[in-house]
T-cell receptor
Framework: DSGVTQTPKHLITATGQRVTLRCSPR?????VYWYQQSLDQGLQFLIQ???????AKGNILERFSAQQFPDLHSELNLSSLELGDSALYFC???????????????FGPGTRLTVL | AQTVTQSQPEMSVQEAETVTLSCTYD???????LFWYKQPPSRQMILVIR??????QNATENRFSVNFQKAAKSFSLKISDSQLGDAAMYFC??????????????FGRGTSLIVHP
């Protein structure tokens, strides 16, 4: 168990709908990262938050957005869903120590999204 | 930009044997971290091993060890006494250690390991 939790585990919805994925980082971790993994694909970085602020953006569609709340949990919002959005969405967390990136990313179990 | 290459899409090994998964990376930085993650059929991403570039000693975690060749930019994973539970996709990842960066790791495309009984 990595200590990172994600809900829900599975989500089935229809095209055009909007969903929210939730992530709780490990205790003490300030950074949250979101990744998308389609079937037989590698990990695609979407976005990173650090202590409530957006820190880095990857290949995130405009239909997708995220935020990190004061209690450090994060939500990924996916709207106007398309069939191609079906994927496994991972959240990972880490923490910086001093000025050196001593942290390691620990992944949650993922949310499997199916768009029908 | 850093790149990570895993040249073996698939590898197979007999149970109890040893297998080595290769990973090469390209970077101009001298301080960084390298990781191997395992993704079994459950699709959970599990950290296997971590290497700090400024440490010459190769990291080891039980049956898992790495061969880190900094000059060659190579970071291979050796699995000894392979077990059926080792069957998974293995991802190599690179991450900068410099402050001020976003610390977004770069992942390879993965190597699928098959373990034969």
């Amino acid at each position: 168990d990595s200590g990172v939790t994600q809900t829900p585990k599975h989500l089935i919805t229809a095209t055009g709908q909007r969903v929210t994925l939730r992530c709780s980082p490990r205790s003490g971790d300030l950074s949250v990262y979101w990744y998308q993994q389609s079937l037989d694909q590698g990990l695609q970085f979407l976005i990173q938050y650090y202590n409530g602020e957006e820190r880095a953006k990857g290949n995130i569609l405009e239909r997708f957005s995220a935020q990190q709340f004061p209690d450090l949990h994060s939500e990924l919002n996916l709207s106007s869903l398309e069939l191609g959005d079906s994927a496994l969405y991972f959240c990972a967390s880490s923490v910086r120590v001093g000025g050196r990136a001593r942290d390691t990313q620990y992944f949650g179990p993922g949310t499997r999204l199916t768009v029908l | 930009a850093q790149t990570v290459t895993q040249s073996q899409p698939e590898m197979s090994v007999q149970e109890a044997e040893t297998v080595t998964l290769s990973c090469t990376y390209d970077t101009s930085e001298s301080d960084y971290y390298l990781f191997w993650y395992k993704q079994p059929p459950s699709r959970q991403m599990i950290l296997v091993i971590r290497q700090e570039a400024y440490k010459q000693q190769n990291a080891t975690e039980n049956r898992f060890s790495v061969n880190f060749q900094k000059a060659a930019k190579s970071f291979s994973l050796k699995i000894s006494d392979s077990q059926l539970g080792d069957a998974a996709m293995y991802f190599c990842a690179y991450r900068s250690a410099y402050s001020g960066g976003s610390y977004i790791p770069t992942f390879g495309r993965g190597t699928s390991l098959i373990v034969h009984p």
